[in-house]
C-alpha cells in the first residue's frame, strides 16, 4: 500500500485560478480583519494622544489651583486682612468682647 501524499506547496501548482476563487470569500474576510486591525491601531494611537494632552492640562491646572490656594490662604491671615480693610475705614478690635448672659 502506498502513502497518500498530500499537496507539495513547494511546486507552488496549488495557487490555480480555481483556488484562488474557491477561496474568495476567505481571503476577503481576511482583507476585512486586516482593515479593523489598522483602524483599532490608528484609533488607540489617537486616544493616547488625546490622553497625553489631557495629563498635561491637568498637571498645569493643578499647578494653578496651588498657586491660587496658597495666594487666598496668603490675603485670609487677620494681618493682611486688617491691612486691606484700613482703605475703607474699618479698623481692628482691641477690646475684650462682651459676654451676653441669657437667663
Known sequence: MAKKQGPKYTDFNF?????VLKNLPFIAFLGFLAMI????????ERN??????LQRELKE???????LK???MYN????EVAENVKEIGLQENRRKP?????D
Open 15 to 19: 495557487l490555480t485560478s480555481e483556488a
Open 48 to 53: 493616547v494622544r488625546h490622553i497625553q494632552i
Open 70 to 72: 496658597s495666594e487666598n
Open 76 to 79: 485670609s491671615m487677620q494681618s
Open 37 to 44: 486591525y489598522i483602524a483599532n491601531a490608528r484609533l488607540a
Open 98 to 102: 462682651k459676654i451676653i448672659k441669657v
Open 61 to 67: 491646572m493643578r499647578w494653578m489651583y496651588m498657586a
